[in-house]
C-alpha cells in the first residue's frame, strides 16, 4: 500500500511539473516582464557552420527575418542600431551540445535541445539586454549523417546540402508565435489569430499557447473559437488554462454538448483550471456524469484524470464504486479498459491520502 501511495504521490508531481512547464518565467522581474511584453524591435544574429568551417549565414538569417516578421516585428540584422532582444540562431552540420533543463517543462517537448541528437540542427534562444533567457528550441534535419544523406539525394557538398535543408525546417516550424508567447504578448498572437492568411496549424497552436500563457484577454476570442468545430477542441482545453472564468461555459459543455470529443476537451478543460486555481467547482458536475451508466470510457477516463488533479472528499465514494465495478472486468486486451482502471486509482489515490499530504 505504501508503494502504491508513492507512485501515486510521484505521478501527481509529475502530472503538476507537465502543466506547468510554464512557470520556470517566474524567474523574470517585474521590470523584465515589462520589457518582453514591449518588445517591437527585433535584432537578428545567425550563425552557419559546417565541416569545412563558418559558411554564409545570410539564407539562415533571411527566413528567420521573414518569419519574425509575421508578427509585425520590426526585424534589423545591423546591431549598431537600437534594438528590445536579441534573436539567436546557429545553425550547425554537426551539432554541438549547448545545454538546457535537466527534466521536466518544455525540455521535454519535441523541440527542446536534443542531448542525443549530433546531425544538422538549428539552436534558437535570445537575449534580453545581457541576460542570456533559458528559453531554447532546436529544429532537426530528418537524417542525422549529412554526408550519407547528400550522397543519396546527388546534392554535392554535404554542409550546403545540410542547412539548405535547416532552412527549410525554419520555414515552417512555427518559432515566432512560440516565442512571442514566451514574451507575453498575448495581444499580438490574437491578430495573428483573427487574421485570415493564417492557417489551421498556425491558429491551432496560438490558441494552446494562449492557454498555457493564462492570457485573460483571450477568453473572448477562444469562447468564439468554440463555434469552429476545427478550433473548438483546443479552444475548450485552453480556456482551462485561463482561470475560473471559464469554469460555467466547460460545464455547460460536459453536460449539453453532442461532440463527445469536445466534451472530452472540456473535461480536460476543468481538470487543469481546478488544479491550478484549487477550485473544485466542477466536482459536482463531474461526478453527477461519472455516475451515469451510459457515459463513454474514453469520457469517464478523463473525468477521473480531472477529479484526481482537483481532490475532494464528495469524489472518494463514487470513484470506488467505479473502482469494484471496474475491477470485476477482466478483459486485458482492452486498452479503453486498462486506461480508465489506471486513471481512477490514481484519482482515487489522490482524493482519499490528499490531506494526508496537503
Known amino acids: 500500500m505504501k508503494c502504491a501511495m508513492a507512485i501515486a504521490i510521484f505521478i501527481s508531481l509529475f502530472i503538476s511539473s507537465q502543466e506547468t512547464g510554464w512557470a520556470y518565467r517566474d524567474y523574470f522581474t517585474a521590470e523584465q516582464k515589462s520589457q518582453l511584453a514591449k518588445i517591437q524591435t527585433v535584432l537578428v544574429e545567425a550563425v552557419a557552420l559546417t565541416d569545412k568551417g563558418a559558411v554564409d549565414a545570410r539564407p539562415i538569417r533571411e527566413v528567420v527575418v521573414n518569419r519574425l516578421s509575421e508578427l509585425d516585428y520590426t526585424v534589423i540584422t545591423d546591431g549598431s542600431k537600437p534594438y528590445d532582444v536579441m534573436f539567436k540562431v546557429k545553425c550547425e552540420q ?3 551540445w549547448e545545454g538546457t533543463a535537466t527534466a521536466g517543462g518544455d525540455a521535454d517537448l519535441p523541440d527542446s535541445p536534443s542531448r542525443v541528437w ?4 538549428c539552436q534558437l534562444n535570445y537575449t534580453l539586454g545581457s541576460m542570456k533567457i533559458k528559453w531554447q528550441k532546436e529544429v532537426r534535419t530528418d537524417f542525422e549523417d549529412a554526408i550519407t544523406a547528400a550522397q543519396k539525394a546527388g546534392a554535392g557538398d554535404p554542409g550546403s546540402y545540410a542547412m539548405a535543408k535547416l532552412k527549410e525546417r525554419l520555414a515552417t ?28 496549424m498556425r491558429r491551432l497552436k496560438i490558441i494552446s499557447l494562449l492557454g498555457e500563457m493564462q492570457a485573460d484577454a483571450a477568453l473572448p476570442r477562444l469562447k468564439e473559437a468554440l463555434k469552429d468545430k476545427d478550433l473548438a ?20 459543455i460536459v453536460k449539453n454538448s453532442q461532440d463527445n470529443d469536445l466534451r472530452i476537451s472540456a473535461v480536460k478543460g476543468l481538470g487543469q483550471v481546478g488544479g491550478l486555481q484549487g477550485d473544485t467547482t466542477a466536482v459536482p458536475p463531474l461526478l453527477e456524469i461519472l455516475n451515469d451508466p451510459n457515459t463513454d470510457w474514453t469520457l469517464l477516463t478523463e473525468i477521473a484524470w480531472a477529479l484526481g488533479k482537483m481532490p ?3 469524489s472518494i465514494e463514487p470513484l470506488y464504486a467505479l473502482d469494484r ?3 470485476a472486468m477482466r478483459d486485458p486486451e482492452n486498452m479503453k479498459l486498462k486506461k480508465l482502471k489506471e486513471a481512477v486509482f490514481w484519482a482515487i489515490k ?9
Open 325 to 327: 465495478k471496474l475491477q
Open 173 to 200: 516550424y512555427d518559432f515566432p508565435v512560440i516565442v512571442t508567447a514566451d514574451w507575453g504578448q498575448a495581444d499580438r498572437l490574437l491578430k495573428v489569430l483573427d487574421n485570415s492568411k493564417s492557417d489551421q
Open 118 to 121: 549530433k546531425g544538422p540542427a
Open 233 to 252: 477542441r483546443q479552444a475548450a482545453e485552453s480556456i482551462g488554462g485561463i482561470g475560473r472564468d471559464g469554469i460555467p461555459l466547460l460545464v455547460d
Open 94 to 96: 554537426r551539432k554541438t
Open 312 to 314: 475532494d472528499k464528495r
Open 350 to 358: 489522490q482524493c482519499d491520502t490528499w490531506d494526508q499530504y496537503s
